[in-house]
């Protein structure tokens, strides 16, 4: 059985223009253990099917499956209740923007402790231990000092590590990192992705990395998945992906990196258009 | 933390010495002569005028006349009340107790209501409730405070005979003044029903005042917590799986809360304003019907002293206001 | 080519006119269209309208005369109750003045002071707004100064001792409470221009060679129209609320003015025997100001961007 399973997922927002189709009928499939790249622009909804497995969008969107299950369990028929014993436990998130992800007002420490709190029976001492034991686990240094330190006090880097320390700290199945390096520095992106590849291994977690980037796919995923525009463009393991995309979308993706181009111009996915809405048309 | 109150000190000393020269040269530069009124009715000889002007400093020059005021002042000296020959400051200690009693009752009621509907209001946005509360603050704030005095007393004291229409307790008892605060004083009296007493004429007054903050309050919060629901740390308190009261309650509320305080600061300006109306109304003896008085009475010493320790109680609170803002905002707590 | 450089230009002079013509129009239909979907603020307006109407024409509709005295009908109570006269809907105070044409007087009296104190505090406050934060230094330290001395006292305190000192009346009521509002202003007009004055824009026009007073006033100023419009809106609500406040303490309008906080001042003594005379005026100010806050909502909701997409 697979860990994560989704069948035919739709979701819509109300705007003020009417109705507006983010997702229209993408299937995602996670079994444990393996790493997954959901790639694609802005706007392919590449974040929305995922905050819509953790329940996270607003409630302007109306979320349609055939089957949405974690471990079997119907995430589609879940009380707020239920869904919170899962959320933040066994599937735990990390986002772009590791600053503001973390509540001003609150330490790192406190945050961190607080995920403890909720799902787990850790007397206070145990916690305060845990919470030392994540932080040097995600490569902090101090972390005696660090843990008293506000978000505004540490790098975006060192946010992320502790978002990361959040989000394994009840030894998730299944994390999901939204563009987890997009608003970081070049360097500290390598960094903050070994330690997520670092964690996986150890743990054996599932994880899904959304993406915009072809180099991050490279480096990380088993499988990727091509989005675009609320549709799924292709499917593939991530060698055979890179060595005979087969759906045009994906070339143009993969033209697109910089390294392939040829010439003085960039090309860009707009360049390919019309050949792969020329393909959709004809399928 | 010291620098950042150092700094709103340094602000406030220009503006404390500006508010002094205001207060004196209101009553100075204005046509009003105080020595005809002291006079009255039957006028004064023009050599007991100028002795009378000597007397009281006036003929000396204009800056030399504000600077033996502010000379004074600094002895804790602003005058001597016309009508009852009684220092100003004196005057003002004894009523000032009244008028903190009465405000502190408000604003307790407006912060115990208005936030709390605030945050339901942002939570149920959109909502039928989210239309009343919001309906409802538009008009509290829009409310003559005034006329909506009067239209409780008749309501509760004039029909539903509930509440005395004026004063701060029952004429039957009689006890030493120990704090000035009637609640705390009636309690220490030990007579029975006083403090039953004390609290049935403070509760219209205190409502009438809470009037405007509560419906300012709970307008402020609604739209502080409306920010703060979309940002990303409280996605990330709902991807940690936390339950609502959690969410709302602490790491929503914990940032909302920041610009509310600011706000809640402002209302004692209001405040005091608004104890002008509400002492007047309800026959309360507190500052705001002091001056009211005194005006009426062209009493100008006290006009000019109350003026000025009104205008530095506000600015000391809006100081303190400040300080509050820096302990709760750990992004100028620690820069 | 046959057409002259000159004839060339005017037309891409005319064309550039129609073309801002145009924006200025589909700014005003966006404007209406927001502000439209406001439901309160379109009731606020609608109530405004009425209350402007009925300031305007108060004589022909007025049934009485505002200061004519019944000798035979001191306080009659509204028509409705044991007692009324269908010559006094509303009934009649306590010196037998008909309660209704005293109300639709005092409309008149509250929208002009409204007028009357946001002009005044509007063109007293941007003025002195722009000379701060087009001047910046010492010129503008100088002036924020004396806006923060006004701002430390309770606005109604201070209008109440200028008031006070100048001798009672309405129009050095209204002259108190311009001075105690045009501080907001001064500080929302300075905001905006140390805001604007570093934009591309403003600096295109200086280069160009545009003068200091072209900068502030047709440069600068439109664009910061829209938190001026809703303060605007906020102080005339403010005005009215204030000078009933004056009005009710003995030194605003004096009687037999019907303006509608002195008609409650003489109404007090009378709460516990006749509620009509204290009612009705109170009423007639929460309708006003409640009307033009809605309205203000409205429009701050309207011209903010920020909330436009929320």
């Not at chain 2, 009465?102 to 149920?124: E, H, M």
């Not at chain 3, 109407?53 to 000798?71: E, G, K, N, S």
């Not at chain 3, 006094?88 to 409204?114: C, E, H, K, N, W």
């Not at chain 3, 005379?277 to 806050?293: E, R, Y």
Request: with cysteine.
């Amino acid at each position: 059985m697979a860990l994560l399973e989704i069948r035919n997922l739709r979701v819509e927002f109300d705007t003020a223009k009417g109705p507006f189709r983010a997702l229209d009928g993408v299937d995602y499939t996670v079994d444990a253990g393996e790493v997954l790249a959901i790639v694609g622009e802005s706007g392919s909804g590449k974040s929305v099917a995922m905050l819509a497995t953790m329940g996270l969008l607003p409630d302007t969107a109306t979320i349609t499956a055939d089957k949405m299950e974690f471990e079997g369990l119907d995430l589609r028929t879940l009380t707020p209740k239920q869904r919170r014993k899962v959320i933040g436990k066994d599937i735990s998130m990390i986002f772009q923007e590791p600053i503001a992800s973390l509540n001003p007002c609150f330490t790192a420490g406190y945050q961190l402790e607080e995920a403890l709190k909720v799902h787990t029976n850790l007397s206070g001492r145990q916690r305060r231990e845990r919470v030392l034991e994540l932080m040097r686990s995600v490569g902090i240094p101090e972390p005696e000092r660090r843990m008293n330190s506000f978000p505004h006090q540490m790098s975006g880097g060192q946010c992320q590590r502790v978002m990361i320390a959040m989000a394994i700290a009840c030894a998730p199945k299944l994390l999901i990192a939204d563009e987890p390096t997009t608003a970081l520095d070049v360097t500290i992106q390598k960094q903050i992705l070994d330690l997520l590849m670092q964690l996986q291994r150890d743990s054996g977690m599932a994880l899904i990395m959304i993406t915009h980037d072809m180099g991050v796919v490279a480096e990380t995923a088993d499988r990727v998945i091509v989005q675009y525009q609320g549709k799924k463009m292709e499917e593939a393991d991530v060698l055979s992906l890179f060595e005979a995309p087969k759906h045009p979308y994906t070339r143009a993706l993969l033209a697109a990196l910089p390294e392939n181009a040829t010439g003085d111009r960039l090309p860009t996915v707009s360049d390919f258009a019309k050949s792969f809405a020329a393909e959709e048309a004809r399928a | 933390m010291f620098r950042f109150f150092l700094g709103r000190l340094g602000l406030l000393i220009p503006t404390f010495l500006g508010v002094t020269i205001v207060a004196f040269g209101l009553v100075r530069i204005l046509p009003a002569d105080p020595l005809e009124l002291l006079a009255g009715e039957r006028g004064m000889s023009p050599e007991r005028k100028a002795e009378l002007m000597r007397q009281m400093g006036m003929d000396l020059p204009i800056w030399e006349q504000y600077l033996a005021y502010l000379g004074n002042l600094f002895q804790g000296d602003l005058g001597t009340s016309f009508a009852s020959k009684r220092p100003v400051l004196d005057e003002f200690l004894q009523l000032f107790p009244a008028t903190v009693e009465l405000s502190f009752c408000a604003i307790l009621i407006a912060v115990a209501i208005g936030i709390p509907l605030g945050i339901l209001a942002a939570v149920k946005r959109g909502s039928f409730i989210d239309q009343t509360v919001m309906g409802t603050a538009l008009i509290g704030y829009s409310m003559p405070i005034f006329w909506w005095g009067l239209l409780l007393i008749i309501l509760f004291s004039g029909i539903l005979q509930w509440t005395p229409v004026s004063g701060r307790i029952s004429l039957m008892y009689f006890f030493p003044q120990v704090t000035g605060f009637m609640l705390i004083d009636s309690l220490l009296s030990g007579e029975k029903g006083a403090f039953l007493s004390a609290v049935r004429h403070l509760i219209l007054p205190s409502i009438v005042l809470a009037t405007i903050p509560l419906a300012v309050i709970a307008r402020q919060t609604r739209s502080a917590m409306l920010e703060v629901l979309g940002e990303d740390y409280v996605r990330t308190a709902r991807a940690k799986g936390l339950p609502p009261h959690r969410i709302i309650g602490l790491h929503a509320l914990r940032n909302a809360l920041i610009p509310v305080i600011t706000t809640i600061g402002l209302q004692v300006g209001v405040m005091l304003a608004g104890a002008i109306l509400t002492e007047t109304i309800f026959s309360w003896p507190g500052i705001g019907k002091w001056l009211v008085d005194s005006i009426a009475r062209r009493d100008y010493a006290v006009v000019q002293g109350g003026l000025l320790l009104i205008a530095a109680i506000i600015m000391l609170v809006n100081l303190i206001v400040d300080i509050l803002y820096g302990l709760v905002n750990p992004r100028i707590r620690h820069n | 080519m046959s057409t002259s450089p000159k004839a060339d230009s005017s037309a891409l002079v005319e064309k550039l006119e129609r073309e801002s013509r145009n924006a200025t129009r589909a700014m005003l239909a966006e404007f209406w269209y927001y502000f439209s979907q406001n439901r309160g603020a379109v009731i606020g307006l609608a109530v405004f309208l009425v209350l402007v109407v009925t300031a305007v024409f108060a004589p022909l509709i007025a049934p009485h005369a505002p200061d004519m005295q019944y000798r035979d009908s001191f306080l009659v109570p509204p028509v409705w109750q044991e007692g009324g006269k269908w010559d006094f809907l509303l009934g009649t105070d306590p010196v037998g003045r008909d309660m209704l044409s005293r109300l639709i007087y005092g409309a008149q009296y509250s929208l002009f002071i409204g007028c009357v104190v946001v002009f005044v505090a509007l063109t007293g406050g941007v003025i002195i707004g722009l000379i701060a934060g087009y001047m910046r230094g010492a010129v503008d330290t100088f002036i924020m100064r004396i806006m923060d001395i006004i701002l430390a006292f309770p606005s109604l305190l201070l209008a109440l001792v200028v008031v006070a000192l100048l001798g009672p009346g309405l129009m050095n009521a209204m002259f108190a409470i311009a001075i105690v509002l045009q501080p907001h202003f001064v500080r929302l007009t300075r905001a905006a221009v140390l805001a604007e004055r570093s934009r591309d824009y403003v600096v295109a026009a200086r280069v160009a060679g545009a003068g200091h007073f072209r900068l502030m006033f047709k440069t600068i100023l439109p664009n910061c129209l829209a938190p001026l419009i809703v303060q605007a809106t906020l102080s005339f609500s403010n005005a009215i609320l204030d000078a009933a406040a004056l009005g009710f303490l003995g030194v605003g309008a004096q009687p037999p003015t019907p303006e509608w906080g002195t008609m409650l001042a003489e109404a007090r003594e009378f709460i516990l025997r006749a509620w009509w005379v204290v009612t009705f005026p109170g009423l007639a100010i929460l309708i006003t100001v409640l009307a033009i806050n809605l309205v203000g909502d409205g429009l701050r909701d309207a011209l903010d961007p920020k909330l436009k997409r929320s």
